[in-house]
């Protein structure tokens, strides 16, 4: 297969997120659905100690690669249900073996990450989850834990290293699955392909951060308006379910922004499960 890198532009970065919105509203309940399951599995997996955390920390190179297989199969008028997460692993011979490796990584890699930012705060963003339950009885407490430095730089550590980690995983999973890449080899391109791009990738979260602000700022008018501020967290699941859900559909929109591929090679892909 051939495949070759692109420079998108900032202006290209921008339109991935309106195509997802665009594709989004043709498949709004697969798409949804999609994601639904996939909290589902999460919920699952959070009551399963140890072994719940690692296999949901290995699905998550699934997740995007889940998504890119259904919206690209969404563009081609084809199905999209959650099926679609697993259908790379029944791939048999070295690229379901490259995944699994790349899930595995990525798992451990987020593990070092969450164990690094315990050992800068001394445990105190735990600590501040456990005050917040309490609620208002935890005021003085909770002030002088925000207070804290390590907790600060403990939330930088742990911010910045899950970006970093981001970039080689952001491709990776899509490049071994259509283009039967290795392991090293699609960390190293997917990585390659965001600096190249960089400047679409700063168009694309500008964007994606606009849209956020700006249908906050309108939720909080338009319920003050009507004085009902208190139901305006009502408002916050939903729309985190469907931003997540067009964040992910806009991934293979990325993808196809920083790689060109030859006609015969396209041809010669993994078909979207049905």
């Known amino acids: 297969m051939t495949i070759s890198l692109r420079t998108a532009t900032p202006a290209e970065g921008a339109r991935w997120m309106r195509d997802a919105f665009t594709l989004f509203t043709r498949r709004a309940m697969p798409f949804t659905g999609m994601f639904v399951a996939f909290m589902l599995f999460a919920l699952v997996c959070s009551l399963l100690p140890w072994v719940g955390s690692v296999a949901l920390l290995m ?66 963003l735990d600590k501040l989850q456990t005050l917040m339950a309490k609620g208002e009885d935890a005021g003085a407490e909770l002030e002088a834990l925000l207070a804290d430095p390590h907790l600060s730089w ?35 391109s997917s990585t390659l392909a965001l600096w190249r791009c960089k400047g679409a990738f700063v168009a694309y979260s500008l964007a994606w951060t606009a849209v956020i602000l700006v249908f906050g700022m309108l939720v909080a008018l338009l319920f003050s308006l009507f004085d009902a501020r208190q139901l305006a967290g009502f408002i916050a699941m939903p729309a985190g379910l469907l931003f997540s859900t067009v964040f992910y559909v806009s991934l293979v929109f990325s993808y196809d922004g920083c790689f060109s591929t030859a006609p015969d090679a396209a041809d010669s892909q993994p078909q979207p499960s049905r």
């Open 59 to 124: 699905s998550l190179p699934l997740l995007t690669l889940g998504f890119m297989i259904a919206s690209r199969s969404g563009q081609r008028g084809g199905p999209v249900h959650p099926g679609q997460f697993i259908a790379p692993l029944r791939e048999s011979g070295p690229r379901r073996s490259a995944l699994l490796m790349l899930c595995a990584l990525y798992a451990l890699a987020t593990v070092f990450i969450m164990q690094l930012g315990d050992w800068i705060d001394g445990g105190s």
């Open 154 to 188: 403990g939330l930088i550590t742990r911010l910045g290293l899950a970006g970093l980690l981001s970039v080689p995983f952001w491709h990776a999973p899509a490049l071994v699955y259509w283009q039967g890449q290795g392991v090293a080899q699609s960390l190293f």
